[in-house]
């Protein structure tokens, strides 16, 4: 019997927003990842841009039966909904003592997008060491805007996230997050399958809502980071506010009455 996606719940989502990433730790079977070093290092045929993904990758392939693992598949649904396109995929090897640090970056141009957001999976089939440089990434970047590699002159910044991970962890990144691959100083390749999703449906309450009102999603949502500016900071929080409206179609959610106050149409006196 096929395995049902294990969709994201209201917490993870609110997490998701906030930090611009969730990590499963452990979510994919020993054998697959087994399976996966090899396939990896022989390559993963390219799909072309805009593939839907029910299209994109054979019913036995590798690739679409990770995709099925019921963690993953429920998470790409929560996240970009039940039949997102395939912007692109890339296998990414770092060779044992080899390799540079990649400058701090986002995975596209300015993005306006206030309402949408594609996503990255990030899969790690091995378990990662910090020796072993995995993904670093800012948490909470992923909303303010920059084109591309504009940051890649920021070193270390207060609060930044250095993967250590087990066997079998799938991330999901938003695409406007800051991160950068580290070099290797290992004596074992690291290596990382990604693969980036447009969404094809409005994003709005894909997941399991049945905790909407917990107060822990409050409490993820109003998270701050250490690298925020005192003021500036503030936007991050905004911006937040209005996308979980947009998520959730409630208009009048928000944060310390961020929006609220910016949002404030006075209306003409009446007699």
């Known amino acids: 019997m ?12 609110a997490r998701f927003v906030a ?8 979510v994919v079977p020993a054998e697959l990842n087994a ?6 290092a022989e390559g993963v045929a390219p799909v072309a841009y805009g593939t839907p993904l029910s299209k994109a990758y054979a019913p036995d392939s590798f690739t679409a039966r990770l995709l099925a693992v019921p963690q993953v598949a429920g998470a790409v649904r929560s ?15 770092r060779e044992p003592r080899g390799g540079e640090a990649q400058p701090l970056h986002a995975d596209a141009i300015i993005d306006v997008r206030t309402d949408a957001f594609d996503v990255q999976l990030m899969y790690y089939p091995q378990a990662v060491t910090l020796e072993m440089g995995g993904t670093l990434s800012v948490p909470g970047s992923h909303l303010r805007r920059t084109n591309e590699s504009d940051t890649g002159r920021y070193q270390n910044l207060r609060g ?4 250590v991970c087990p066997a079998g962890t799938v991330v999901f990144l938003h695409h406007g997050i800051w991160h950068g691959g580290r ?9 990382m399958f990604k693969i980036r999703f447009n969404p094809t449906v409005r994003q709005r ?11 822990c999603v409050l409490a993820e949502l109003d998270v701050t980071f250490p690298w925020y500016e005192h003021a500036v900071g503030r936007l991050e929080r905004y911006n937040r506010a209005l996308l979980w409206r947009e998520l959730t179609g409630d208009p009048d ?14 209306q003409e006196a009446t007699a």
């Open 2 to 13: 096929e395995n049902k996606p294990i969709l994201l719940n209201s917490v993870q989502l």
């Open 205 to 215: 309450l894909l997941w399991d809502t049945s905790d909407l009102h917990d107060p």
């Open 35 to 40: 399976e996966a070093v090899g396939v990896l």
């Open 79 to 93: 996240l970009v909904g039940p039949e997102p396109l395939v912007d692109h995929h890339a296998v990414h090897v």
């Open 160 to 163: 930044q996230d250095r993967l």
């Open 19 to 26: 930090h611009g990433s969730l990590r499963l730790d452990a």
């Open 183 to 191: 070099r290797n100083d290992s004596d074992a390749a690291r290596y």
């Open 253 to 266: 959610f928000d944060l310390d009455h961020w929006v609220t106050r910016v949002s404030n149409r006075p």
